[in-house]
């Protein structure tokens, strides 16, 4: 089938769609965007984060068909060229990031946090964090990141 | 996973049209497409039911009335809810993810499918995924199954939270055929396992979730859901309770209970209810009425400790509702 | 101009000793970092894997024929279609690439697909017919040894044997105990993935998340039946490793469809299918018994220990060798039994996982110390204290620490640290969280201590070295140095380490790193904690050279110096096979951990309030990072003490998903406080000690002290789950 979505701004066309491909699959494999994860594909990890008409969802559990005719906002579509969107920024200079296959899912969903309640408490952002598995960095590092993405913004 | 054929319509009846043999509603998607993945599902028709009219959150008539399609995060957050039956909105928060309550539909979240590993797991016998294969779990790992309204045949438990939230409030299903609405007692939508536990509830075919009609009940404003599980968040429950209460002078004078985790459907407490009628609203109380939650509880080799758990959990949120911690 | 190098040094910034960023962390934010699983090839076909149902069973035939008339596959292959040698392994060659007549665990290979499609491989596959004659497996690790042999040589892979002191002293105070470690999963967020690509004249390129290039590619050179020339490795982006991928998974399976059909093979695992691709931590059985006198010092300590290997060896060798010869702990004891015996059975193969043998032995000995402690009347840090080995101090195998073993200051430092205020009014900060359990009633708040110990580098005798090239020349008129190893980064910052190294060693700010591959020599294994000592050891070196050409020039002109070279660390012996003495080990690590925990007594409901740690790492080259190792390494023992168990039923993996397999969630990870100690070991690469391991060792042991304490219960077992506390 063919799917006709607006991802990060931009009209796009999928084609030959099959209709058991998920939405991370066709944002992965066929419109060239692998930014978002694949690393449980159950809805469980977060790290395929997107936000699918400005809620973040996670993209393994959508079917490609459910996105005809709506908008993606991936992680690649969060910087302005190269400026690095301030929760990005963050999680740099934080150290936030050790091998980063989170990071593009726990970046979105933060992203989405700081929109929503701009000065957030640590209840708060560890409540709505608490969807994105990391292995690497024990969380700490990541809330650091956020506190410090919220002063900036 | 199974090749299907992707249809979405944007009424009822085109989707009621559209149902047949083996086919599948998609609303949020998240528990079908993982079980389409897991091929424990394999439906030749997938109908995306998204467009249909199916939302909206009002008071009308004395109940709260939820659309199908309504989110399960757009339901936790929306302040008639939160005033009229907290307890609806703290189950919904206590269950996954907020990326997933952010996709999920209030009527795919009724109609999700249990946890048990060996209805997950396509090369295990079970009697709800393949009717008379057998039940590896009365004897396997069975730590997060339940202990009442088993059967010889399926000792897999409901997962929903919400729904025992429901249960706990009477409410009702709307249910929508070609032949009109009917509506259901929530608790009696759900079956028993039996010997047919693949047949869950009493959906037809073709028919689908319309709407959730909960009564007002003023008092249930003193209401709460808690929930024990192996980790702080995102994770199922291995004992869950609503409960709501209305103590006036320190005595019970009506309550609601259910209990999750621990059942083959969201599992109505009446007998603790009864018991607590009339009771003083203190601990003790509590404590003594929740003993009978258990009668005919049938624990198996690595479920025994839901059962005192249970009860615990019970008196947590019977002092919880009633105010008295 | 000429400077001296110390004027090089303090003239850039980034060096040794600070915290500059990634020079990766820019791509991972953006989404636009490679990872095995990204990778995209024209004209590339999928592969996927079929795999046994059966823990054990006699494979009496595989009719492919079916799966091959499916449209768009390209390939099916089995056992007969392996050229070259079809057994691999890291230390015993006994695991096939795909199974021949039999299969010895729940998800090993049996046959490969490589379609136009995932999902076409994957519906090609199921039409793929193998039957089975089922057979009873062997699962208990304490009776393996003497049940049905899985091996031709039987199921014993290895049996440690200490003595050290005497085997009959007596002692005023006695404690036993059985321990059981679960088995645990690294749980790395990247799935298994690569792609191969086939050139022309049959040699192949593989692009691939794993954590040691060359060991991998003579294990697939030998598997093709190619010179090792011809299986060229590239190292994409890695989603985490801790073991996980020391082992083969896809990486010869790829390389395979790619000669077979001429195309590019890309490979990804599902989660699931990660669960069964590789090697865990080895769950483990361990009798303890300390003798101490009245004063609390220890006389003895013996022990005897199972470690279940699963169906193949992997690295269970040396596991077993880690968890005999850091048996006891970082404690002086003069007189030593140990026996450690690591065992073939049909349970899911175990090798490397962060703190590789030691973690267990560590949940065993500390809960020891524990009841010593009780036993004696003395505070569990007071015990620790008493018998915490020094510099100087000599181990059960005879092996005399020779530089900083600073136990008991990290337990003071831990104990000292201010406690965490009291029980919180907010439902959030107590257990079950926003799960609404508790305002308190139920609540009991005990603290919990743990110290550990952890070889660096490998062991026994193994020529443990690392290769290292940088290269320098001028870059708009000023220079620029290339660093290039086939050591991996996996997420831990080497390439951060190593960027800052030769900003350090020449003074040159501007610092790339060259992809890691297999064109260059050896770097060794991302694993034991080694790899800033031994990799940053190896450019080291090489800055050495190259500034002994540059001397102290800053213009260079055309010139490109271009230094590669090998770098060693000390070498280590192999242990006696009886006596189990020698000295086995190059450096050894140390953690401490102080668990503040609140435990709802009634509801079996466990929150860590506090996880406080001191580590000793020698030199701190990079703090950020190694704070981030700490907090890292913590959540894993954090998550083991409470919640992560793979479990078998009869040898099948029962929760092979993250829905079922818990790990921690920010919600269950409390703040740390964390004191790096900076005592240099001389014989390290600016004095370094390796970081990544130890704090996985103590903080599992330290958390469960503390549910002990707001219990009473004994909790011989990790993880501890509700049902353990509830008394139900």
């Given at each position: 089938m063919r799917v006709n979505v607006t991802v990060n701004g931009e009209q796009r066309q999928a084609d030959d769609v099959w209709e058991g491909e998920s939405l991370l699959f066709m944002l992965r494999e066929r419109l060239g965007l692998p930014g978002s994860k694949n690393a449980c594909e159950q809805g469980e990890c977060g790290s395929c984060t997107v936000y699918l008409d400005n809620v973040p969802v996670c993209a393994c559990l959508v079917a490609a068909g459910q996105a005809q005719d709506r908008s993606v906002r991936t992680v690649e579509g969060l910087a302005e060229g190269d400026q690095l969107d301030p929760v990005q920024e963050a999680f740099v200079e934080a150290g936030a990031v050790q091998c980063g296959f989170c990071t593009p899912g726990l970046v979105v969903q933060a992203h989405d946090l700081l929109d929503r309640v701009p000065n957030p408490s640590d209840p708060e952002i560890r409540e709505a964090l608490a969807g994105n598995l990391c292995r690497?960095?024990?969380y700490e590092k990541i809330l650091d990141a956020v506190r410090l993405a919220a002063s900036r913004r | 996973m199974h090749a299907f054929d992707y249809a979405a319509a944007s009424t009822v009846r085109g989707a009621l049209d559209l149902a047949g043999p083996g086919s599948a509603f998609l609303a949020g998607g998240t528990t079908l497409v993982d079980l389409m993945k897991l091929d424990v599902l394999t439906p030749d028709r997938v109908i995306d039911v998204n467009a249909l009219p199916l939302k909206g959150i009002r008071l009308h008539d004395g109940a709260l009335r939820i659309g199908a399609l309504e989110r399960m995060s757009d339901v936790a957050a929306h302040p008639v809810v939160r005033s009229v039956h907290p307890v609806i909105s703290k189950a919904l928060l206590l269950s996954a993810s907020g990326q997933v309550r952010n996709m999920a539909s209030i009527g795919g979240n009724l109609m999700q499918r249990t946890r048990c590993d060996y209805f997950r797991d396509v090369t295990s016998a079970c009697n709800k995924r393949r009717p008379g294969s057998g039940c590896p779990a009365l004897t396997g790992v069975n730590r997060n199954h339940a202990v009442l309204g088993t059967s010889d045949s399926c000792v897999a438990t409901h997962a929903s939270d919400v729904a025992v939230a429901f249960v706990a409030l009477d409410a009702q299903v709307v249910l929508r055929s070609k032949d009109g609405d009917r509506v259901a007692p929530l608790e009696e939508f759900y079956r028993l396992p039996g010997s047919t536990p693949d047949r869950e509830n009493v959906l037809g075919p073709g028919e689908l979730i319309a709407e959730v009609v909960v009564p007002v009940l003023p008092w249930a404003r003193h209401s709460t859901y808690l929930k024990i599980r192996d980790r702080q968040s995102y994770e199922f429950a291995l004992t869950s309770v609503a409960a709501a209460v209305d103590v006036k002078r320190g005595v019970v004078q009506d309550v609601r209970l259910a209990a999750g985790g621990v059942a083959a459907k969201p599992w109505r407490l009446r007998a603790v209810e009864e018991a607590l009628k009339g009771g003083v609203a203190i601990e003790r109380t509590f404590a003594e009425a929740a003993e009978s939650a258990v009668d005919g509880a049938r624990p198996l080799a690595h479920n025994a400790f839901k059962t005192a758990l249970l009860k615990r959990t019970i008196v947590r949120a019977l002092l919880d509702a009633a105010g008295a911690r | 101009m000429t400077l001296t190098p110390a004027e090089l040094t303090s003239a850039v910034s980034g060096g040794i000793g600070t915290s500059p960023q990634r020079p990766d962390g820019n791509l991972k934010v953006r989404g636009e970092f490679a990872y095995a699983s990204d990778l995209w090839h024209e004209d590339m076909i999928w592969g996927a894997t079929l795999r046994s149902p059966h823990p054990y069973a006699r494979i009496t035939s595989v009719d492919i024929t079916e799966a091959l008339k499916v449209p768009g596959v390209y390939a099916v292959l089995t056992a007969d279609d392996v050229p070259g040698r079809n057994l691999y392994g890291l230390e015993h060659k006994d695991q096939p690439v795909l199974a021949v007549?039999?299969?010895?665990?729940?998800?090993?290979?049996?046959a490969l697909v490589g379609a136009d499609h995932p999902e076409t491989a994957l519906r090609a596959m199921k039409k793929i017919v193998v039957t089975y004659e089922v057979l009873e497996p062997v699962v208990d690790m304490e009776t393996a040894v003497d049940d049905t042999p899985l091996h031709p040589g039987g199921n014993l892979v290895r049996h440690v044997p200490i003595r050290r002191g005497s085997q009959d002293v007596t002692a005023e105070v006695v404690v036993t105990g059985r321990y059981e470690v679960g088995m645990q999963d690294q749980a790395f967020l990247g799935p298994e993935s690569g792609l191969a690509v086939p050139a022309s004249d049959g040699s192949v390129d593989l692009y691939i998340a794993t954590q040691w290039l060359h060991v991998d590619r003579d294990q697939i050179a030998a598997a093709l039946g190619l010179p090792q020339e011809q299986v060229r490795l590239t190292l994409s982006g890695v989603g985490g490793a801790f073991g996980g991928r020391e082992d083969l998974s896809m990486q010869v399976h790829a390389c395979l469809l790619a000669l077979h059909t001429g195309k590019p093979v890309k490979m990804v695992y599902n989660r699931e299918e990660s669960f069964y691709g590789h090697v865990h931590r080895h769950p483990a059985v361990l009798y303890y018994e300390h003798g101490a006198d009245h004063t609390g010092k220890l006389v003895y300590v013996r022990t005897r220990m199972y470690l279940d290997g699963g169906?193949?060896?992997?690295?269970t060798p040396a596991v077993v060798a880690n968890a005999a010869t850091l048996g006891v702990g970082p404690y002086e004891v003069d007189n030593v039994t140990v026996d450690a015996y690591g065992v073939y059975t049909n349970n899911p193969p175990c090798g490397a996982m962060r703190g590789f043998g030691a973690v267990q032995a560590g949940f065993a000995y500390e809960s020891q110390m524990d009841k010593l402690a009780e036993a004696l009347g003395m505070s569990p840090v007071d015990v620790r204290v008493r018998n915490a080995m020094t510099e100087g101090s000599v181990m059960p195998t005879g092996q005399v620490v020779d530089s900083a073993a600073p136990v008991a200051q990290l337990l003071k430092l831990v104990q000292d640290k201010p406690l965490p205020a009291g029980t919180s009014s907010d439902i959030r900060e107590l257990p079950g969280g926003v799960s609404n359990?508790?305002?308190?009633?139920g609540v009991v708040r005990r603290v919990g201590y743990a110290v550990g110990i952890k070889n660096i580098c490998f062991s026994e005798g193994y020529d443990d070295y690392s290769t290292a090239r940088v290269r320098v020349s001028m870059v708009n008129g000023s220079l620029s140095a290339a660093v290039h190893t086939a050591a991996c980064e996996v997420g831990q910052g080497l390439v951060t380490i190593m960027q800052q190294i030769v900003r350090t060693e020449l003074g040159i700010e501007r610092v790339t790193v060259l992809p890691m591959d297999t064109t260059i020599g050896n770097g060794g294994s991302t694993s034991a904690s080694r790899q800033t000592y031994v990799t940053g050891g190896a450019v080291k070196a090489a800055c050495a050279l190259v500034r002994d050409k540059l001397a102290g020039r800053t213009d260079i002109g055309d010139e490109v110096i271009d230094e590669t070279t090998e770098w060693r660390h000390r070498a280590t012996e192999a242990i006696d096979p009886v006596t189990g003495q020698g000295n086995a080990h190059v450096q050894y690590g140390f953690a401490a951990h102080r668990a503040v925990v609140d435990v709802d007594v009634d509801l079996g409901l466990v929150r860590v309030v506090a996880l406080d740690c001191a580590q000793d790492v020698g030199k701190a080259l990079n703090p950020q990072a190694v704070v981030g190792q700490i907090q890292g390494g913590s959540a894993q023992g954090l998550g083991l003490a409470v919640m992560e168990e793979i479990q078998t039923s009869g040898g099948k993996v029962r929760n092979p998903s993250f829905t079922d397999y818990l790990i921690p969630t920010v919600l269950d990870m409390p703040p740390m406080s964390i004191d790096v100690l900076e005592l240099a070991d001389p014989h390290a690469p600016y004095g370094i000690r390796g970081v990544g391991e130890p704090p996985t060792i103590s903080s599992t042991p330290a958390i469960v002290a503390a549910i002990r304490a707001a219990?009473?219960?004994?909790?011989?077992?990790?993880?501890?789950?509700?049902e353990h506390l509830t008394g139900t």
């Open positions: 690497c960095t024990g | - | 007549d039999v299969v010895r665990y729940q998800g090993e290979p049996i169906a193949y060896a992997s690295s359990t508790t305002h308190g009633e219990t009473g219960l004994a909790l011989t077992r990790v993880p501890v789950r509700p």
